[in-house]
């Protein structure tokens, strides 16, 4: 209210904001539903195959067949039920994946600017050293070392993905340390350990929470790149990578094997990190 | 005296961090389960054989004198045999560096081209429909990666208007003269302009998935800047001697904004570089990622470990470079103040 009446022109800038949040919440809210009733909610079994049903195209297209609505892969299983089951395997990888690396990253981070020292120059180097590798490459490398598997693809995720969180934590840890408001609750008796957790912690923590939501939107993309590579697969799982990987190699024979994954992924990264940018707004208080 | 100690001291920091680099990958792709030599030979091998090839290629010793005796031979240039094709390492990474580094400079021309172009429109048409549209874009281009914009791209412009090559670096059955690896610079040079239209016909798609996430950026930082700058007392003089907006934002302030613009340029065209691994295998570019993908599904050891430190050396070197310019061109740095 108090922004339309200064009419600074923030009003507007909030209000965009505002719909940003809802709309990138609405679809990831949405997807979530999907994710968790992928069971039933899905028409066929997504693991179904049947070759005289193969490549049949979507529903307004001449040839299609009534309830395999966004058509079938060249195996004949159903596309639209293994973009939903796809939804869980998406998810549950940028919630853990996104998580332990926060947890791990923003640690490592509050650690390093706070305590200075010598904790900050090992943590600090390894950063250096971990900015010199390829992203995908060590990613791809440590799927192959560690063997096929989710669980594989979320350590490789946490063990390259850490530094971003540890980077930003540190440079704000290390600002808020040297803020009048550390200084008095130290002089208050508080340990430091203390001080970290009850005075940093708190104000460091919008900055992660945007950090996460951002990770969460990588760590989705890090799992199709890695199902794309086809190191860590049984193929039939349905990820959207694997389908994208598949769509790939039928892209003249078969457009919507490739398309519907997609339009699910680019969707679904543009949630989080539209999210993640609205939170950031929010917390800002300039704009607030 | 202060640059010069600035920089060895940056030299310094910069040969750690390779060595780091080099242990880490030693030492991660030796945990791989399974004997890389009895991969690679034929199922009727005997063990004899798997013991004698893996002697030979001096697996069967403990990991840090392995360790010792590569970094003993890189320092004479020699970064160990490839597993597979059984050529020396370094031949067949140099070979395959020309490739990617033409289609990172492209991505990086194209993403300064692009994100120039869209910051100046965004000034010049400020406060309008136009500018708004271009934010939203840039939003979207920002936020999406460069694998997502790769697949965005075979589907547009390799099916539904089949315009460009979605598969390669050049089409194989042309006759081509070129006498090193450099096809892109060679075609130019010899004003061969059939072979230099196969060869952007054949990079454009992957140099365009690279460019537009930098795109996104570098318009953002640029016309950031550019709004900092339109507020200066110069630029208003210069508005009030008559000159009209376009050639104020263009001649007056843009000199002004873009310094700051191409220091981040330098970091992101590291991570620009980090993106071609998969964009090489998206559009089945014959470069430096695409070999090192199938040198990790052949767990080709010394081919790896020599792809990963020469990314890591172009990283930093890419960001050394950066940094001495930025020195140089930084007043206030160069006087040491």
């Not at chain 1, 200075?116 to 390894?126: E, L, N």
């Not at chain 1, 969707?267 to 990190?273: D, K």
């Not at chain 2, 199938?294 to 960001?319: E, H, M, S, W, Y």
């Amino acid at each position: 209210m108090a922004a339309e009446l200064t009419g600074d022109g923030r009003g507007g800038l909030r209000r965009r904001a505002g719909l940003r949040l809802w709309l990138a919440g609405g679809w990831l809210a949405l997807m979530a539903l999907v994710a968790v009733f992928a069971p039933w909610l899905a028409p066929k079994d997504p693991l179904a195959q049947d070759l005289f049903l193969g490549r049949l195209p979507p529903f307004w297209q001449e040839g299609a067949e009534p309830g395999y609505w966004l058509g079938t892969d060249s195996l004949g299983r159903d596309v639209l039920s293994r973009l939903m089951h796809g939804a869980r395997i998406a998810l549950l990888v940028a919630l853990v994946a996104g998580t332990l690396t926060g947890l791990i990253g923003s640690a490592l981070g509050l650690l390093a600017g706070y305590y200075r020292g010598w904790t900050d120059t090992v943590i600090s180097r390894a950063i250096d050293i971990w900015m010199a590798f390829p992203p995908v490459l060590f990613s791809i490398l440590l799927v192959a070392v560690i063997g096929p598997g989710l669980t594989a693809i979320i350590v490789a995720i946490v063990v390259i993905d850490w530094t971003r969180f540890a980077r930003v934590v540190r440079a704000e840890a290390m600002a808020q340390g040297a803020m009048d408001y550390v200084t008095s609750a130290r002089a208050a008796g508080r340990t430091r350990a203390g001080t970290l957790l009850a005075e940093i912690l708190p104000n460091v923590l919008p900055t992660i929470v945007v950090l996460l939501t951002l990770e969460m939107g990588i760590a989705v993309i890090v799992e199709a790149i890695l199902k794309f590579v086809n190191l860590s697969v049984s193929t039939d799982a349905p990820t959207w990578g694997g389908m994208i990987a598949e769509g790939r190699t039928s892209i003249h024979q078969a457009w919507w094997v490739l398309v519907f994954p997609l339009v699910a992924l680019f969707l679904m990264v543009l949630s989080f990190s539209q999210l993640g940018e609205g939170l950031k707004d929010r917390f800002d208080p300039v704009l607030r | 005296m202060k640059l010069l100690r600035a920089i060895l001291l940056r030299l310094a920091t910069t040969a750690v961090t390779l060595a780091g680099v080099a242990v880490i990958v030693f030492v991660v792709i030796r945990v791989v389960p399974g004997n890389p030599i009895a991969m690679m030979l034929p199922p009727g091998a005997t063990d004899e054989d798997i013991a004698r090839l893996t002697a030979h290629y001096g697996l069967d010793r403990p990991i840090p004198q392995q360790f010792l005796i590569w970094v003993g031979g890189v320092l004479r240039g020699d970064f160990g045999t490839s597993i597979t094709n059984r050529q020396p390492v370094l031949d067949l990474v140099l070979g395959r560096l020309p490739a990617t580094l033409e289609l990172s400079l492209l991505a990086l021309v194209i993403a300064v081209l692009l994100g120039g172009a869209a910051a100046l429109t965004g000034t010049r048409l400020g406060g309008t429909r136009t500018e708004a549209a271009i934010d939203v874009a840039n939003g979207v281009a920002l936020s999406v990666p460069d694998f997502l914009w790769g697949l965005v791209l075979v589907l547009v412009f390799g099916v539904l208007f089949p315009i460009f090559n979605i598969s390669g670096r050049v089409t194989p059955s042309l006759d081509l003269p070129f006498v090193t690896e450099f096809y892109l610079f060679e075609s130019l040079l010899r004003l061969r302009f059939d072979l230099l239209a196969d060869l952007l016909s054949h990079m454009i798609l992957p140099a365009l998935a690279l460019a537009i996430p930098l795109a996104a950026i570098v318009a953002q930082l640029l016309k950031q800047s550019l709004k900092e700058t339109m507020h200066l007392d110069y630029v208003t003089l210069a508005r009030t001697r008559g000159y009209g907006e376009t050639r104020v934002i263009t001649r007056e302030a843009l000199p002004n904004a873009i310094l700051p613009t191409l220091t981040l340029v330098g970091v992101q065209f590291t991570f620009l570089i980090g993106g071609t691994v998969i964009i090489e295998r998206l559009f089945s570019y014959e470069g430096l990622g695409n070999m090192a993908i199938d040198a990790v599904i052949n767990r080709d050891l010394p081919l790896i470990q020599g792809i990963v430190i020469l990314f890591a050396a172009l990283f930093t070197a890419v960001n050394l470079t950066v940094d001495l310019t930025y020195a140089a061109l930084n007043p206030r740095l160069r006087h040491g103040g």
